[in-house]
């Protein structure tokens, strides 16, 4: 998952760019990137870390122009250690092209193939961002007239992207010299909101990846980019756009709703808060249903995304709603944890349990989602040690049985603990007393409930059916493979620090 933003202004951007990164920053704190626009010259900057790290005052004042890309990642395709796949990406021809891009390609191996071999182009990163610059830039370059380009030949170029281009993704980019485009992929699976603002009797457009981002800059609101569409802003704040896609139907990522999404935004005409409220109330009568004369004394959220359902839930059974756990929210990252009992200091460094609220009470424990279920396992024994009498475990999203394939970071089918297994088997794994998770049919309505217009969304990581189509099970062998080559490379890497820094303290 990562974040993206675009910007055509009428004074500089530099600052609007790095506050809407730090709104965003919950969408990818691997890496940062603002790219701004002077002219014709294009002014870079980007790194590996959190907003706050990559950018000090001299590399925000190097970023120069009334225009501008900035995106944080989140790394699912390439390498997470390789500052060289920070985003925004460049390319020189034709005109100047720079994009960052939210979501993952699924025929990454095969564009990257067409690069080489047909199209000429060299890809020096692992990254699939790169190859959709490339692919764009390409297309670009076939539509142009000489030096020539306009709205219609961009558009035009962004049909040939979304012909050759399959997965999820949603881009910003500018083209020097002519202006900002911004374009969705024919399922919406990945968000992407659009703002202005008045300046000077001048419009001011905002393209992000949640509205979030509109209200804290101070821009209105206007709508959201439709799946498929492509929108181009020039430098002189004209609006152009265009549908590009020859089907294009709204099928967004449902775990955007559970996880991913800053309670406080709407996308797709979706309040996150809402959703996560009515997965509380489905879950309660669930609950009700199956478990008949429950024994809860108390309902604690797992901060912080599962709040809105377990208060909802309390509400809904008529239980004390009471926070249990404190954030830490200055913890630092844990860069090297070699072994499972650093990783789970590590949970215990960010969440602290408060004793008077477990102490000799029954406890229902309200999690967003259980993924590979060490973090739940450990927040369980942290309730028994805190005093509750019995542990109860609740899940506002279903079970997650399968690889995701669109941007989010658990591509692996054997690193779920859901997959293979029953729930009363996952119970005993997370060593809780009884467990519950909320139906993926009832994880529909509440989203439907937000907004009834909506008829289908991407559930792939639930039900294993993947939206756009070209999903084989050799495709995810191949996905699993990758990973686990990559898991030993960042081991390796990890060891040879541990090394160097051991020789480095042993000289001392």
Not at 208 to 228: C, H, N, Q
Not at 325 to 353: D, E, H, W
Not at 471 to 482: D, K, M, N, S, W
Request: charged fraction near 20%.
């Amino acid at each position: 998952m990562c974040g993206i933003l675009g910007v055509v202004a009428q004074t500089p951007v530099n600052q609007l760019l790095y506050d809407g990164l730090q709104v965003l920053q919950h969408r990818g704190q691997d890496a940062a990137g603002i790219a701004t626009l002077e002219g014709r010259t294009f002014c870079l900057h980007k790194g590996n870390g959190l907003v706050r790290d990559v950018f000090r005052t001299r590399n925000m004042r190097a970023l120069k122009g009334n225009a501008g890309i900035a995106h944080v990642r989140y790394p699912t395709a390439g390498n997470a250690v390789d500052h060289n796949e920070a985003q925004p990406f460049y390319v020189n021809s034709p005109f100047g092209i720079v994009l960052g891009h939210n979501g993952n390609l699924t025929n990454t191996e095969e564009l990257r193939r067409a690069m080489y071999q047909q199209d000429l182009r060299h890809i020096n990163t692992g990254s699939d961002s790169e190859v959709l610059l490339n692919v764009l830039a390409h297309e670009i370059q076939a539509q142009a007239t000489g030096f020539k380009l306009d709205p219609q030949k961009i558009f035009a170029a962004v049909v040939g992207v979304q012909r050759r281009v399959k997965g999820a993704y949603a881009v910003v980019a500018m083209i020097a010299g002519y202006g900002l485009l911004a374009f969705r992929d024919p399922h919406g699976i990945r968000p992407l909101v659009m703002g202005t603002h008045e300046m000077n009797g001048k419009t001011e457009h905002l393209i992000a990846s949640e509205s979030v981002a509109l209200d804290t800059l101070g821009f209105k609101f206007v709508r959201d980019i439709a799946p498929g569409e492509a929108v181009f802003i020039d430098f002189d704040g004209n609006f152009h756009s265009q549908q590009c896609a020859e089907q294009a139907t709204l099928s967004p990522c449902i775990f955007e709703y559970v996880y991913f999404a800053r309670p406080d935004s709407v996308m797709d005409g979706i309040s996150v808060y809402a959703t996560r409220l009515y997965m509380g109330e489905f879950l309660a009568d669930k609950l009700v249903r199956e478990w008949g004369g429950h024994d809860i004394d108390v309902v604690i959220p797992i901060p912080d995304s599962s709040r809105p359902s377990a208060l909802q839930l309390a509400n809904h059974l008529g239980i004390p709603f009471r926070e249990g756990f404190v954030k830490n929210r200055y913890i630092g990252r844990t860069f090297i944890m070699p072994g499972q009992a650093m990783r789970k200091k590590s949970v215990r460094q960010k969440l602290n349990a408060i004793g008077i609220e477990f102490k000799d009470k029954n406890v229902l424990l309200v999690d967003d989602s259980i993924v590979r279920g060490t973090t739940s396992r450990e927040i369980v024994q942290m309730a028994r040690e805190a005093g509750a009498r019995k542990v109860y475990f609740a899940s506002a999203a279903p079970p997650v049985m399968y690889p995701n394939v669109y941007g989010i970071d658990m591509p692996s089918g054997k690193e779920l603990i859901a997959t293979g297994r029953t729930d009363d088997e996952i119970c005993r794994e997370i060593s809780a007393d009884r467990l519950i998770y909320q139906d993926l049919d009832d994880l529909k309505r509440a989203v439907q409930k937000a907004n009834p217009t909506l008829t289908q969304f991407d559930c792939s990581c639930f039900d294993g059916q993947y939206i756009t189509g070209d999903i084989t099970p050799e495709y995810l062998a191949r996905v699993e493979a990758a990973r686990i080559g990559g898991k030993a490379a960042a081991s390796a890497e990890e060891d040879q620090m541990e090394l160097d820094l051991a020789m480095s303290v042993s000289s001392m």
